[in-house]
């Protein structure tokens, strides 16, 4: 294991912002977790585990703690069945190369959740989802290392706890470092076609997972800035759930609002109210922004601070708030 000292975390996350962290560890195999998890606890000091940086903001002071850096690699066909395979990938893998890789294999489920930065291991976390799929439908299971238990441990899907954008490793936050993935995949087909992006650029034509990539590639191009450029964590909102009343009660007083339907009541596009309730698309205060194509996506416009954040996402959500009495909760880590 090789501790580094002071490592500046902007470096090392997608929003490009915020201080150093005390002590930063790139974990390349499951001995290294043992003994950071074990080195922290000795200094008494809390540790964060970070994927591919892409869902993360750390405050300017830095993290005072150890950062864990997942780079562990490998990618295991463990077994299969007529229909399906059971495919372990470890948690540094990235994410996007895995599922392109999956699809090559003739293994599917995966082909609407192309494009998303970050690395798998970060995908059980906040159950990542787009257009109309889940992470947690191909998910069989997880092993972790439990810190209370101080084991490495293989958590069923039922007892990873996912839900709409989370899953306990987002609830329990401290306790669990996910060590790698085992994915249930289909041998045959079956393309997702629900939301309308998608629809519009099929028009009606069948299609295979290769050219459903291909779609999804593109709309997430057109809709998003590439971090490289334009640093963001992408969505920086979770979509608020309303109860069914509240929702039509909404729509009453913002006619082009859509409601989707979702547990007993509706989910609201936090794009919408920050578009046409908030008015903010485009909005720039300091160094960050709303940006100009997708209002739900924060951007960093080159010397942006994290204070600077805190203060935009604080305008958006008072805005909102005084318009609808919706609450926006962050979807992004934000570690203070
Ligand atoms: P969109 O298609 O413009 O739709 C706006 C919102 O309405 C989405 O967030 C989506 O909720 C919801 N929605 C749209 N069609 C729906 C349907 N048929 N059934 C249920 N809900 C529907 O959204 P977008 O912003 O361009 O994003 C497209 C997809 O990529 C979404 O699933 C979004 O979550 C995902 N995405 C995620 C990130 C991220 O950083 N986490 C970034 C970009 C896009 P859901 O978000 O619940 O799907």
Redesign the pocket.
Known sequence: MQLKEHVPLKDHTTFRLGGSALYYVDVTGKEDIVEVVSFAEKKDLPFFVLGGGS?TVFSDKGFQGVVLHMRTKGIVLEREDTTHVFVRVEAGEDWDTFVEYCIKQGWYGLENLSY?PGTVGATPVQN?????VEVSRVIFEVTVYDIQKHEFVTMSATDCKFT?RTSIFKEEMNRYIIVSVLFRLEKVYTPII????VVESLHGKEVTAEKMREIIIDI?KN??PDWKILPT???FFK?PEVTKVEGERLQTLFSTM?L?PHNDGY?I?A?FLIEHVADMKGFRHKGVGVYEK?A?VLVNLGDGTYQELMELVHEIQEKVKTKTGVNLVP?VNIID
């Open positions: 869902n998303i990542i989802g787009a257009y109309g709409y629900t939301y309308k992006d997430r809709k998003l964590a992408g969505s979509n859509p989707y989910k596009p794009g997708h739900l979807e």
